[in-house]
């Protein structure tokens, strides 16, 4: 039985110095605010929030002086009895007070699940989700304005934007007023048009944080290697810019822009384990093709028919297996595993017979694998070979007939061992021909079913069921006759050096959400003079920013198509975010540190849609020093961290106020706008 600590922390949760005295409590010393906190199962959502949240000095200056104590507004009927603000506030005093290494925010999620059950339980949830919730619930704890009257809303009525702005300011004043309006309200202007009569409507309302839209490409960027028929060229890689929505064929259009190769001679193939794990009909969406899958394209001879009795010719998909003796009593039997590669060979159908593949093959892997002595004085060229294979060679084709005695009589590997598989010659041919067969070959060839787990007895004259080949190698002529290391190289195109998608600004995102969009017909506007509900035009402007700019960046996409999450690089800047192209309120020239913003604080986030994890990246106000607050563990960063694709909530400091909450001159402590993403001296963590 343990009990719990003041603080709301238990004994066992505290982690125990190596020397075995503790390091926690009065005797440590560390850092004010670098202070981890504990995942309570699936809290790392609520850890990011509050570690952005606890990294805004105004915000955490307020609470650690105590102010909010004379501001607790316990008979809010919005708030929360002031229950909120007194827990966050006991994590805030607790994560600055340098004693702490970690601690565990077991009372503030009771707190928060007992006035919100959404967050009730241990389930995953958005991180910026809970911080709309807790800068509502600690501006209504502690708001100043214990009495509200009633406020009657006025339209603009064509009286100028200022005169309107300054009103709508002063009613929301008088029912808001507390250190959260202060830090973190601004006011935007919303202009909406009839489509019907031209009315217009403005009104200004105030906002906590900007959710900006990131812009949706239609287009994607993916990674397919290109194999030619050439046996002398290596697997080219290539990055393909693709419609999002498109075709597989689609892939083969933007391929054959690359290598000059028609889209009509291609296949593609997802390439898995060794094996075919699915070859895609050209109609097939790119949707089902994932990031993660291997993408094999390969050349094929899309050659047509040329006459009446010729018909087009064979693709066999070709799987490499190795003979790998297996435990058996006996030692006789032979296990077959997969290795390499596979391949998809273009095989005449006049020429379907084993021996023909067999030399067709012997080509293809020409390039990897060693033509053994005996054969130095035969031709491999696939055109003389097309000239011998072309003598009559009755019953001897692939497809089966009454006179073909079938692969297995070939022995038990069902391949081509002995001169009794060798082609019948009726003809005059070179003097060297019948010798050829009577040599002993690399590997041997086997009809499998579609994963080459398992050998067919026969072929059959079945054209719905397409025909698998392995190509089986004993241990010993593998090594010496097939180079593994040329087999799996490869060479990178050009493209492969290229960025196809580039990366957008944060400024193009705040661009978008201030421009002209039409209402959705679930959603119409009411019109007062149509008087009815309208998909009218709307525009959002921004007219007055807050101290500290919170910018939620919409990463979660939700259609009734579709969910995704935009993994797109949204490149902000650390310093100097100017929003004075954006702000339509007269400006003021002689400030323009109004209208500039320095980073302080970002919440990341991991994954995908169901899954994820959230970490922290913040700029301690007294040192200036960035970290990396991931749970439990608080590490320090370079500035060149900090931007990547998992940025979700963006945190910015006002530059006025960075420099009037400067400490004064003399004070030991640097000021954090100067130090803020300085390099660091040594020790730092590479985040990826």
Same mark, same amino acid.
């Given at each position: 039985?343990?009990?719990?600590?003041?603080?709301?922390?238990?004994?066992?949760? $505290?982690?125990?110095?190596?020397?075995?005295?503790?390091?926690?409590?009065?005797?440590?010393?560390?850092?004010?605010?670098?202070?981890?906190?504990?995942?309570?199962?699936?809290?790392?959502?609520?850890?990011?929030?509050?570690?952005?949240?606890?990294?805004?000095?105004?915000?955490?200056?307020?609470?650690?002086?105590?102010?909010?104590?004379?501001?607790?507004?316990?008979?809010?009927?919005?708030?929360?009895?002031?229950?909120?603000?007194?827990?966050?506030?006991?994590?805030?005093?607790?994560?600055?007070?340098?004693?702490?290494?970690?601690?565990?925010?077991?009372?503030?999620?009771?707190?928060?699940?007992?006035?919100?059950?959404?967050?009730?339980?241990?389930?995953?949830?958005?991180?910026?989700?809970?911080?709309?919730?807790?800068?509502?619930?600690?501006?209504?704890?502690?708001?100043?304005?214990?009495?509200?009257?009633?406020?009657?809303?006025?339209?603009?009525?064509?009286?100028?934007?200022?005169?309107?702005?300054?009103?709508?300011? $002063?009613?929301?004043?008088?029912?808001?007023?507390?250190?959260?309006?202060?830090?973190?309200?601004?006011?935007?202007?919303?202009?909406?048009?009839?489509?019907?009569?031209?009315?217009?409507?403005?009104?200004?309302?105030?906002?906590?944080?900007?959710?900006?839209?990131?812009?949706?490409?239609?287009?994607?960027?993916?990674?397919?290697?290109?194999?030619?028929?050439?046996?002398?060229?290596?697997?080219?890689?290539?990055?393909?810019?693709?419609?999002?929505?498109?075709?597989?064929?689609?892939?083969?259009?933007?391929?054959?822009?690359?290598?000059?190769?028609?889209?009509?001679?291609?296949?593609?193939?997802?390439?898995?384990?060794?094996?075919?794990?699915?070859?895609?009909?050209?109609?097939?969406?790119?949707?089902?093709?994932?990031?993660?899958?291997?993408?094999?394209?390969?050349?094929?001879?899309?050659?047509?028919?040329?006459?009446?009795?010729?018909?087009?010719?064979?693709?066999?998909?070709?799987?490499?297996?190795?003979?790998?003796?297996?435990?058996?009593?006996?030692?006789?039997?032979?296990?077959?595993?997969?290795?390499?590669?596979?391949?998809?060979?273009?095989?005449?159908?006049?020429?379907?017979?084993?021996?023909?593949?067999?030399?067709?093959?012997?080509?293809?892997?020409?390039?990897?694998?060693?033509?053994?002595?005996?054969?130095?004085?035969?031709?491999?060229?696939?055109?003389?070979?097309?000239?011998?294979?072309?003598?009559?060679?009755?019953?001897?084709?692939?497809?089966?007939?009454? $006179?073909?005695?079938?692969?297995?009589?070939?022995?038990?590997?069902?391949?081509?061992?002995?001169?009794?598989?060798?082609?019948?010659?009726?003809?005059?041919?070179?003097?060297?021909?019948?010798?050829?067969?009577?040599?002993?070959?690399?590997?041997?060839?086997?009809?499998?079913?579609?994963?080459?787990?398992?050998?067919?007895? +026969?072929?059959?004259?079945?054209?719905?069921?397409?025909?698998?080949?392995?190509?089986?190698?004993?241990?010993?002529?593998?090594?010496?006759?097939?180079?593994?290391?040329?087999?799996?190289?490869?060479?990178?195109?050009?493209?492969?050096?290229?960025?196809?998608?580039?990366?957008?600004?944060?400024?193009?995102?705040?661009?978008?959400? +201030?421009?002209?969009?039409?209402?959705?017909?679930?959603?119409?506007?009411?019109?007062?003079?149509?008087?009815?509900?309208?998909?009218? +035009?709307?525009?959002?402007?921004?007219?007055?920013?807050?101290?500290?700019?919170?910018?939620?960046?919409?990463?979660?996409?939700? +259609?009734?198509?579709?969910?995704?999450?935009?993994?797109?690089?949204?490149?902000?800047?650390?310093?100097?975010?100017?929003?004075?192209?954006?702000?339509?309120?007269?400006?003021?020239?002689?400030?323009?540190?109004?209208?500039?913003?320095?980073?302080?604080?970002?919440?990341?986030?991991?994954?995908?849609?169901?899954?994820?994890?959230?970490?922290?990246?913040?700029?301690?106000?007294?040192?200036?020093?960035?970290?990396?607050?991931?749970?439990?563990?608080?590490?320090?960063?370079?500035?060149?961290?900090?931007?990547?694709?998992?940025?979700?909530?963006?945190?910015?400091?006002?530059?006025?106020?960075?420099?009037?909450?400067?400490?004064?001159?003399?004070?030991?402590?640097?000021?954090?706008?100067?130090?803020?993403?300085?390099?660091?001296?040594?020790?730092?963590?590479?985040?990826?």
């Amino acid at each position: 039985m343990e009990t719990r600590n003041k603080d709301g922390t238990w004994p066992s949760a $505290q982690p125990q110095a190596t020397s075995g005295a503790s390091e926690e409590g009065e005797d440590f010393q560390g850092q004010p605010g670098i202070c981890g906190l504990t995942n309570l199962g699936n809290t790392c959502f609520m850890n990011s929030a509050l570690q952005c949240l606890s990294n805004v000095p105004q915000l955490t200056e307020y609470f650690l002086q105590n102010r909010y104590l004379a501001e607790l507004n316990l008979g809010n009927p919005l708030g929360m009895k002031g229950e909120i603000a007194e827990a966050y506030a006991d994590l805030v005093k607790q994560a600055w007070s340098g004693h702490h290494r970690s601690i565990v925010p077991y009372v503030f999620k009771t707190k928060v699940g007992h006035f919100a059950s959404q967050f009730l339980g241990y389930q995953l949830h958005d991180s910026q989700e809970l911080l709309s919730f807790l800068l509502d619930g600690l501006h209504e704890d502690l708001n100043r304005v214990k009495k509200k009257e009633y406020v009657e809303l006025c339209d603009a009525a064509g009286r100028p934007d200022q005169e309107v702005a300054q009103e709508a300011w $002063q009613n929301h004043k008088r029912w808001n007023d507390s250190v959260i309006v202060d830090t973190f309200h601004g006011l935007f202007k919303s202009t909406l048009v009839c489509p019907d009569c031209g009315n217009v409507s403005v009104t200004f309302d105030p906002f906590c944080y900007l959710s900006v839209p990131l812009p949706v490409s239609h287009k994607r960027v993916m990674e397919v290697f290109f194999v030619s028929m050439d046996p002398r060229r290596k697997p080219e890689q290539h990055q393909l810019l693709v419609p999002k929505k498109g075709k597989v064929s689609d892939l083969c259009v933007a391929l054959a822009k690359h290598t000059g190769v028609s889209p009509e001679k291609m296949m593609v193939a997802d390439v898995f384990s060794h094996r075919f794990y699915k070859i895609y009909q050209l109609e097939e969406s790119l949707s089902s093709i994932l990031d993660r899958d291997d993408i094999f394209i390969y050349e094929v001879s899309g050659r047509a028919a040329a006459g009446e009795n010729s018909r087009e010719d064979v693709v066999l998909p070709v799987y490499l297996r190795e003979r790998t003796p297996a435990r058996d009593y006996s030692g006789s039997y032979y296990g077959l595993m997969l290795f390499g590669h596979p391949l998809l060979v273009s095989v005449p159908r006049d020429r379907l017979s084993w021996d023909a593949l067999y030399h067709i093959l012997l080509y293809r892997l020409s390039r990897y694998v060693t033509r053994p002595r005996w054969d130095d004085e035969e031709d491999g060229d696939e055109k003389d070979l097309e000239a011998k294979d072309s003598l009559p060679q009755p019953g001897h084709g692939l497809g089966g007939s009454s $006179q073909d005695p079938g692969p297995e009589q070939a022995g038990s590997s069902s391949g081509v061992t002995s001169s009794s598989w060798g082609p019948v010659d009726t003809s005059p041919g070179p003097s060297h021909w019948p010798q050829r067969v009577r040599h002993k070959h690399l590997f041997t060839l086997q009809r499998v079913n579609s994963s080459g787990t398992s050998d067919c007895s +026969t072929f059959k004259e079945d054209t719905q069921a397409q025909p698998y080949i392995a190509i089986d190698w004993e241990p010993e002529m593998k090594k010496r006759y097939y180079d593994e290391v040329e087999a799996e190289g490869y060479v990178k195109h050009d493209c492969v050096g290229y960025v196809l998608k580039a990366p957008v600004q944060l400024q193009e995102c705040i661009e978008l959400f +201030t421009t002209v969009e039409t209402l959705e017909k679930e959603n119409p506007w009411y019109c007062p003079t149509c008087k009815q509900h309208q998909p009218a +035009t709307k525009k959002l402007d921004l007219w007055m920013l807050p101290e500290t700019l919170i910018i939620h960046l919409k990463r979660f996409s939700y +259609t009734t198509l579709s969910r995704e999450k935009l993994d797109t690089l949204v490149e902000f800047p650390i310093r100097d975010l100017d929003f004075s192209e954006f702000v339509i309120k007269p400006q003021d020239d002689s400030a323009p540190e109004l209208y500039k913003y320095d980073l302080i604080a970002v919440s990341n986030h991991y994954g995908g849609l169901r899954d994820g994890h959230y970490t922290t990246f913040a700029c301690n106000k007294d040192s200036g020093q960035w970290h990396y607050f991931d749970d439990n563990s608080v590490l320090p960063v370079t500035e060149n961290q900090i931007e990547s694709k998992a940025a979700y909530v963006l945190f910015y400091q006002r530059q006025d106020v960075a420099r009037r909450l400067q400490p004064q001159a003399g004070s030991s402590k640097p000021p954090a706008s100067s130090t803020c993403g300085a390099p660091p001296k040594s020790g730092f963590m590479d985040v990826n």
